[in-house]
Structure formats: structure tokens, C-alpha cells
């Protein structure tokens, strides 16, 4: 399968508690930290859910 990398670009501060747990979910935990994932449809739903938060690039 495919890897995707992920990395966090704006704050969790003032966000809603589903979106921070999202992001730990992930494994970032902060701003310019980068993880690298599997493409699966459930990491593809956890990156749509906080896109705003998140850049992506394909590994």
C-alpha cells in the first residue's frame, strides 16, 4: 500500500476535543512534527477530518 506523509502546520489550541484527538491519533503532537502512515481508508478519513491542521504528501 501506499505511505503518506503528515505533518501538523497549525495549532490544536482552540479546537474542538474530536479534532485533538484526531491529531494524537495520528502521532503528531506538535506544530512541524511529521509522521508517516499506510493509505487506509481509515487514516484517509482521520487526514480529511483535520485537513486544516494537516499538510500531506505522498512518501
Do not use: F, W, Y
Not at 503532537?29 to 493509505?39: A, D, L, N, P
Amino acid at each position: 500500500m501506499a505511505k503518506i506523509k503528515v505533518r501538523q502546520v497549525k495549532s490544536s489550541i482552540k479546537r474542538p476535543q474530536d479534532q485533538k484527538r484526531t491529531l494524537e491519533a495520528l502521532g503528531l503532537r506538535g506544530i512541524g512534527q511529521e509522521v508517516e502512515h499506510t493509505s487506509s481508508p481509515s487514516i484517509l478519513g482521520m487526514i480529511a477530518k483535520v485537513k486544516h491542521l494537516v499538510s500531506t504528501e505522498e512518501a
